[in-house]
């Protein structure tokens, strides 16, 4: 009886450095084990949405929303640049948008076409939280 506990224990352990070993070895894994990951603060190469130039920049940075509070006009976008190394998205609490998920270097820009505040949150990190008040443009060059 001892021994079988014996030879399960070695049957686990060589199960689990085989599994390992080939984890290691996956042609698809984009760093090895034992190497350090390194980051660098490049530009964002990748953006989602609009192509139309953003009048001010969220940064998504430790899974906060920098700044929390944004005031634009309408017709002015924002653009959110996610320089986390977790997914995140920035979705409208009345759902009125939403960038899907936002990987590592990826930026996301909305254009805000009606005026009012628009609090948004990361649906996969629901505590992250930010609004954008969107003021009418109308009346301000009127006399």
């Not at 929390?68 to 009125?96: C, M, Q, R, W, Y």
């Not at 936002?102 to 939280?129: Q, R, S, V």
Request: net charge neutral; glycine share 4%.
């Amino acid at each position: 009886m001892k021994y079988r506990s014996y030879i399960l224990v070695a049957v686990v352990s060589a199960v689990l450095v085989t599994l390992l070993h080939l984890y290691g070895c996956n042609p698809q894994s984009t760093q090895p084990l034992n190497q350090p990951k390194v980051t660098t603060n490049q530009p964002l190469e990748q953006e989602k949405g609009s192509t139309q130039k953003a009048n001010a920049t969220v940064k998504i940075h430790n899974f906060k929303f920098e700044p929390t509070t944004l005031k634009i006009n309408v017709g002015e976008s924002i653009k959110f640049a996610n320089s986390d190394e977790e997914p995140h998205t920035v979705t409208a609490t009345d759902g009125s948008f939403d960038s899907k998920a936002l990987d590592t270097e990826e930026a996301w820009t909305h254009t805000f076409t009606k005026p009012g505040a628009f609090p948004y949150i990361c649906a996969i990190h629901p505590f992250m939280k930010g609004t954008v008040t969107v003021t009418s443009t109308k009346g301000k060059n009127e006399t």
